[in-house]
């Protein structure tokens, strides 16, 4: 008698990497993954799944998982039980604190954990430590659209869901290639686009949807800002915009009206290059169109006033009168990782606590402290790149990370692992001995996002379940355990100790997220916050009613532009521009132990066919790419789609050494890294 293979298990559960938040049935048998198929059903990709999602899934099983807790002896990590990490890490932790104070301890939070697990996080380090020292990574991507949509509408998300967006008539889609970095977004776009509707891409590149677009402006890199006044210029001198809903729902307008006589489109062009003629066309697209939309992504943020783009671009949706009216489709940020969204939400910030309420706001204070039962820190903390500078001045005592290799991709690496080296103790949580788990002093092994339960919040601000379809390898745990386990070897008690109990303890802190639940989710699939009553449904779109700032009034900008950090010369005079690939996620680490790496198996610099042949390079070649802040390897790919004068590689394998290129200049409000800016110069390498 033959047997029959069993049937595999089915688990519903989020896609772990970008933001889009592809909802995905994940098949299993005898410990490991059969296959993993979109859910038709999904709300955010209605049966569709890319490259990432639906086959990077091998590095489950590699044999490079990490297993066991590893503590640093001798300058070798050894493995060692969890008792004996876990009692390494409180003695770091009480030596940090009884010689610097709580202050001297920090913490950075990941897109990669869980709603829950940054929930648990932000606690431990404001409860147990006495410190506001936490910070996650959007502070490398996303940050100034907290800060600049905040600013500008009241809240820290995109101002409409996808759904709603994709009814747009116009598309003006800026610094984003969801071709590549978001696949299924960029999909239903260019299905939209193919219906009828107009799209203009501002973008230096001549990425996958500009094929597509009615005009394609392509901006000299760090002119953004120059770019969105000229497009408002065009607006207001043609009358193009909603006069009676900027009487009646904005401030602003007449010191934005004065500023905005200096960007006529001839100036326009002579900042960014931009041929006028296309800045006039653009802005007739977008001010004619009944219902416009605007989707940007990390273009728009990487750069040294990246809150004042996201700022003046939202100015033209303000406009145009085409946000919280129906009669367009906001402003929408698309975010990179998938729960780079939540990890803010959930207060993972040094000056924000869970639903976006101030640490220096008595209110907040005092909302935390009846939910926790215990006094809060006043005194915002160091964000990320404050507190390597700390480390290397021997102000911070104990540093950890989690789940973000931050020698691998926050700018300036030398910088960063010489913060690592100096800071006495590094601990860091991770998947893989990345460059960064390298450097630290106890490693813990921890579970995927195919092995855990709780949410993530994708770019739409919909809450989303994550469920465990396998058990994690060996001795790997959830960060929600691990977090528990040194609070319990510290003597503290987090309470809440499952994710359930911590989204609900959450949503007793942040009216945002009072509706929410792990019950409610399961029932219904996907709710969007803000969603402060369980008995109703979650605001896809939002300020039908008022914007919620301060008088209730969208805020127009009238930030004059500055020039980037970064300028070109005769020793540098090439911009190299960083972002993502299609078949790789990030540092890579998840999607290069997987067969994704036969379709992407290196970085490669992208030229314009007249600078390689300039620098006398062809395809293939490998190049030294130097910048005034480090060299990196690469292997030249000739594009058209590149301006001359420009270059372009994504940031996917450590090895490369991309992230010693960039500088530590950052966003003058959020300290978001310059990443979109840097000068380099080319020298070719004889092939090895
Ligand atoms: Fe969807 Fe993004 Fe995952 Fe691809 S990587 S399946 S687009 S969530």
């Given at each position: 008698?033959?047997?029959?293979?069993p049937?595999?298990a089915?688990?519903?559960?989020t896609?772990?990497?970008c933001g889009?938040?592809c909802?995905?049935?994940?098949?299993?048998?005898?410990?490991?993954?059969v296959?993993?198929?979109?859910?038709?059903?999904?709300?955010?990709?209605?049966?569709?799944?890319?490259?990432?999602?639906?086959?990077?899934h091998?590095?489950?099983?590699?044999?490079?998982?990490?297993?066991?807790?590893?503590?640093r002896?001798d300058?070798?990590?050894?493995?060692?039980?969890?008792?004996?990490?876990?009692?390494?890490?409180?003695?770091?932790?009480?030596?940090?604190?009884?010689?610097?104070?709580?202050?001297?301890?920090?913490?950075?939070?990941?897109?990669r954990?869980?709603?829950e697990?940054?929930?648990?996080?932000?606690?431990?380090?404001?409860?147990?430590?006495?410190?506001?020292?936490?910070?996650?990574?959007?502070?490398?991507?996303?940050?100034?659209s907290?800060?600049?949509?905040?600013a500008t509408?009241?809240l820290?998300?995109g101002t409409?869901?996808?759904?709603?967006v994709?009814r747009?008539?116009?598309?003006l889609?800026?610094?984003?290639?969801?071709?590549?970095?978001?696949?299924?977004?960029?999909?239903?776009?260019?299905?939209r686009?193919l219906?009828?509707?107009?799209l203009?891409?501002?973008d230096?590149?001549a990425?996958?949807?500009?094929r597509?677009?009615?005009?394609?402006?392509?901006p000299?890199?760090?002119?953004?800002?120059a770019?969105?006044?000229?497009l408002?210029?065009?607006?207001?001198?043609?009358?193009?915009i909603?006069?009676?809903?900027?009487?009646r729902?904005?401030?602003?307008?007449p010191?934005?009206?004065?500023?905005?006589?200096?960007?006529?489109?001839?100036?326009t062009?002579?900042?960014?290059?931009?041929?006028?003629?296309?800045?006039v066309?653009?802005?007739?697209?977008?001010?004619?169109?009944?219902?416009?939309a605007?989707?940007?992504?990390?273009?728009?943020?990487?750069?040294?006033?990246?809150?004042?783009?996201?700022?003046?671009?939202?100015?033209?949706?303000?406009?145009?009168?085409?946000?919280?009216?129906?009669?367009g489709?906001?402003?929408n940020?698309?975010?990179?990782?998938?729960?780079?969204?939540?990890?803010?939400?959930?207060?993972?910030l040094?000056?924000l606590?869970?639903?976006?309420?101030?640490?220096?706001?008595?209110?907040?204070?005092?909302?935390?402290?009846?939910?926790?039962?215990?006094?809060?820190?006043?005194?915002p903390?160091?964000?990320i790149?404050e507190?390597?500078?700390?480390?290397?001045?021997g102000e911070?005592?104990?540093?950890w990370?989690?789940?973000?290799?931050?020698?691998?991709?926050?700018?300036?690496?030398?910088?960063?692992a010489?913060?690592?080296?100096?800071?006495?103790?590094v601990?860091c949580?991770?998947?893989?001995?990345?460059?960064?788990?390298?450097?630290?002093?106890?490693?813990l092994?921890?579970a995927?996002?195919?092995?855990?339960?709780?949410?993530?919040?994708?770019?739409?601000?919909?809450?989303?379940?994550?469920?465990a379809?396998l058990?994690?390898?060996g001795a790997?745990?959830?960060?929600?355990?691990i977090?528990h386990?040194?609070?319990?070897?510290?003597?503290?008690?987090?309470?809440?100790?499952?994710?359930?109990e911590?989204l609900?303890?959450?949503?007793?802190?942040?009216p945002?997220?009072?509706?929410?639940?792990?019950?409610?989710?399961?029932r219904?699939?996907?709710v969007?916050?803000?969603?402060?009553?369980?008995?109703?449904?979650?605001?896809?779109?939002?300020?039908r009613?008022?914007?919620a700032?301060?008088?209730?009034?969208?805020q127009?900008?009238?930030?004059?532009?500055?020039?980037?950090?970064?300028?070109?010369d005769?020793?540098?005079?090439?911009?190299?521009?960083t972002?993502?690939r299609w078949?790789?996620?990030?540092?890579?680490?998840m999607?290069?132990?997987?067969?994704?790496?036969?379709?992407?198996?290196v970085?490669r610099?992208d030229?314009h066919?007249?600078?390689?042949?300039?620098?006398?390079?062809r395809?293939?070649?490998?190049?030294a790419?130097?910048?005034?802040?480090?060299?990196?390897?690469?292997?030249?790919r000739?594009?058209?789609?590149?301006?001359?004068?420009?270059?372009?590689?994504a940031?996917?394998?450590?090895?490369?050494?991309?992230?010693?290129?960039?500088?530590?200049?950052?966003?003058?409000?959020?300290?978001?890294?310059?990443?979109?800016?840097?000068?380099?110069?080319?020298?070719?390498?004889?092939?090895?």
């Open positions: 008698i033959v047997g029959r293979t049937e595999p089915r688990t519903r559960t896609c772990g990497y889009v938040g909802s995905l049935d994940v098949l299993t048998r005898d410990g490991g993954v296959a993993v198929l979109p859910d038709h059903d999904g709300p955010v990709n209605r049966g569709h799944a890319c490259v990432k999602g639906r086959f990077a091998g590095f489950l099983r590699s044999p490079e998982r990490l297993t066991h807790p590893l503590l002896r300058g070798r990590l050894e493995p060692v039980s969890w008792r004996e990490a876990l009692e390494h890490v409180a003695r770091g932790l009480r030596a940090a604190v009884a010689e610097g104070g709580p202050d001297a301890v920090a913490a950075i939070s990941s897109a954990a869980t709603n697990e940054n929930y648990l996080l932000q606690k431990f380090m404001r409860v147990v430590i006495g410190t506001n020292n936490v910070d996650n990574c959007s502070r490398l991507c996303h940050a100034p907290a800060a600049g949509l905040t509408f009241g820290s998300g409409d869901c996808f759904d709603d994709e747009a008539d116009c598309l889609l800026v610094g984003a290639n969801p071709a590549e970095a978001h696949p299924v977004v960029g999909a239903r776009l260019l299905q686009v219906r009828g509707a107009r203009v891409v501002a230096p590149r990425v996958g949807l500009a597509y677009a009615d005009v394609h402006l392509r000299r890199p760090g002119t953004n800002v770019l969105f006044h000229g408002a210029h065009v607006l207001l001198a043609e009358g193009l909603d006069e009676e809903f900027l009487r729902r904005a401030t602003g307008l010191e934005l009206t004065t500023l905005l006589a200096g960007y006529s489109p001839d100036r062009a002579a900042i960014t290059g931009v041929p006028a003629d296309d800045v066309a653009a802005a007739r697209l977008f001010g004619q169109a009944e219902k416009p605007i989707i940007y992504g990390l273009g728009v943020t990487e750069h040294l006033h990246g809150t004042d783009g996201v700022r003046t671009l939202a100015n033209l949706a303000i406009l145009r009168g085409a946000v919280g009216t129906g009669r489709f906001g402003v940020p698309l975010r990179g990782q998938n729960n780079v969204q939540g990890a803010s939400d959930m207060g993972a040094p000056d606590l869970p639903g976006y309420g101030k640490v220096t706001d008595p209110a907040a204070q005092a909302r935390a402290e009846r939910v926790w039962g215990t006094p809060v820190p006043r005194r903390g160091m964000r790149p507190m390597f500078a700390a480390a290397r001045a911070l005592r104990a540093l990370v989690i789940g973000e290799d931050v020698c691998a991709t926050d700018p300036d690496s030398a910088h960063v010489q913060a690592l080296e100096t800071c006495p103790l601990v949580n991770e998947l893989f001995l990345s460059e960064t788990a390298r450097r630290a002093d106890v490693v092994p921890v995927s996002w195919l092995e855990k339960e709780g949410t993530f919040v994708n770019f739409d601000r919909r809450f989303q379940r994550v469920r379809a058990d994690p390898p790997a745990i959830t960060e929600f355990a977090i386990a040194l609070a319990a070897v510290l003597d503290a008690d987090l309470g809440c100790s499952t994710p359930a911590a609900a303890e959450c949503g007793r802190l942040a945002a997220f009072a509706g929410l639940s792990h019950e409610r989710l399961d219904e699939g996907a969007a916050w803000p969603c402060p009553d369980p008995d109703r449904p979650g605001e896809a779109s939002l300020y009613e008022r914007f700032t301060p008088d209730g009034l969208a127009l900008s009238a930030a004059p532009y500055l020039p980037p950090g970064e300028q070109p005769d020793r540098y005079p090439l911009v190299l521009v972002g993502r078949a790789h996620y990030n540092s890579g680490g999607t290069r132990r997987t067969d994704n790496l036969l379709l992407d198996s970085d610099l030229i066919p007249a600078d390689a042949a300039r620098y006398g390079l395809d293939g070649d490998p190049v790419v130097e910048s005034r802040h480090g060299q990196a390897r690469l292997i030249v000739t594009s058209d789609a590149m301006a001359p004068g420009q270059v372009f590689c940031f996917h394998f450590p090895a490369s050494g991309v992230n010693t290129l960039t500088s530590d200049r950052a966003d003058t409000v959020t300290s978001c890294p310059e990443y979109k800016v840097t000068a380099v110069h080319l020298k070719a390498l004889n092939p090895s």
